[in-house]
């Protein structure tokens, strides 16, 4: 029985020390690139945000980091919100733009979402850390005949949204290669 613990004990404690700590760095790469170069018209963008209704205020800061990058561009954008939650903050649905685009105005549709969502050290309000997935489906007007997609990883500190700049930055080269 002794033999049994000393060799339990020696094997957790071995693995305690080979497990190798990695550093969390804040910034955005991009994991998977399926979007061709030639994408095709880039005149016109209708970018539909999907999700739960609490990430109004990630998406309309992405929005504002969007607008910024396609202003000097000659692409129209516009924005969806498809935002639905089974009880919504009352605060979250009165930011939720209320104005929908018809998808068939748009030469491309630009399907935004988060997955695999992960947070750690909530205990610390500055140092708090986020782990996500941004979505991108870019679909060819209202048929909903996909393009491609791509999947941006993202860590950020503090808030979800402090990377949406980089993010903006990403969705624009994607979509202009």
Same mark, same amino acid.
């Given at each position: ?15 305690? =020390?080979?497990?190798?700590?990695? &550093? ?5 790469? #991009?994991? !998977?690139? *399926?979007?061709?170069? $030639? ?61 929908? =685009?018809?998808?068939?105005?748009? &030469? ?5 979402? #988060?997955? !695999?969502? *992960?947070?750690?050290? $909530? ?55």
């Amino acid at each position: 029985m002794k033999r049994y613990f000393i060799l339990a004990l020696l094997f957790v404690v071995s693995n305690l =020390y080979c497990q190798k700590q990695e &550093k969390f760095k804040a910034g955005i790469n #991009l994991e !998977e690139n *399926n979007i061709p170069s $030639n994408i095709g018209s880039m005149e016109s963008v209708l970018f539909v945000f999907n999700g739960d209704t609490h990430l109004i205020n990630f998406y309309l800061d992405l929005t504002k980091h969007l607008k910024k990058r396609f202003k000097k561009s000659k692409t129209e954008i516009n924005f969806n919100y498809d935002l639905y939650s089974k009880k919504p903050l009352v605060a979250d649905l009165e930011l939720i733009p209320l104005k929908k =685009y018809d998808k068939s105005d748009y &030469k491309l549709i630009c399907l935004v979402s #988060l997955s !695999e969502f *992960n947070s750690w050290d $909530n205990h610390l309000i500055e140092n708090r850390k986020q782990n996500y997935k941004l979505n991108i489906v870019i679909n060819r007007d209202e048929s909903n005949q996909m393009v491609e997609s791509a999947k941006i990883n993202v860590n950020s500190n503090y808030t979800i949204a402090t990377q949406n700049k980089n993010s903006s930055k990403l969705i624009f080269d994607l979509l202009n290669n």
